[in-house]
């Protein structure tokens, strides 16, 4: 399993815990490198033994996110570049994205 792309995207919904602007850069799973409050997504090769080989993960600074597997590269990356500010939980949801 290796990240291929990742992004931090700006919120105002909270992602237990958003990612907060300035947070201790020794602590990675909070560090965040924009100025304003985001969540983090990836896109995520799973690798070929895997029933799907990619993945695309929405989450926060800790153990909440949202997941969703696809066997197709195109089909993840059209969804990892679909993921904008405007972008909720909600949304996501409704996209067939699941608790991870």
């Not at 304003?36 to 926060?60: K, Q």
């Not at 969804?79 to 608790?99: E, P, V, W």
Request: glycine share 6%; proline share 6%; with cysteine.
């Amino acid at each position: 399993m290796s990240v291929m792309l990742r992004k931090y995207v700006k919120t105002t919904e909270d992602w237990y815990p958003t990612f907060e602007p300035y947070a201790n850069p020794s602590n990675a799973n909070y560090a965040n490198p924009r100025r304003y409050p985001c969540f983090r997504v990836d896109l995520i090769r799973l690798g070929v033994d895997a029933p799907h080989e990619y993945r695309v993960l929405c989450s926060g600074g800790d153990d909440f996110g949202l997941e969703k597997d696809f066997k197709d590269l195109f089909e993840a990356s059209r969804n990892y570049d679909g993921i904008t500010q405007y972008t909720t939980q909600a949304i996501l949801l409704r996209r067939g994205y699941q608790h991870a």
